[in-house]
């Protein structure tokens, strides 16, 4: 149970970096659990989607550092603009080539 919980809860906040901490508990307690269930038979289900849960966490936390990373290193001229309005531009321009 717990497994799933982390599973779910990780993939909800993987967005904000959380999410992969608490997938890599829950892909733990899940494998965990699925040695368990191998004696008990109960909760099976449950361990394999905290599992593959925490694993889809882990996944997209990993993305979306990636994804942080490359905007980080491509925007890096406009980090100190005048305005929002600025930023936007530099930004835009940064992206687009121009």
């Known amino acids: 149970m717990a497994a799933m919980v982390l599973g779910v809860t990780g993939l909800i906040t993987s967005i904000v970096f959380i999410g992969g901490l608490l997938g890599v508990i829950g892909l733990i307690l899940g494998v965990v659990a699925l040695k368990t269930t191998k004696w008990t038979g ?8 905290g599992v593959v849960t925490s694993l889809i966490a882990i ?8 994804f942080v990373a490359w905007y980080a290193n491509n925007t890096q001229k406009c980090y100190q603009p005048d305005s929002f309005r600025q930023y936007t531009q530099c930004v835009h321009q940064q992206l687009s080539g121009h």
Do not use: E, N, P
């Open 42 to 49: 109960v909760g099976r289900g449950m361990a394999i989607t």
């Open 59 to 66: 996944v997209v936390s990993i993305l979306v550092a990636v």
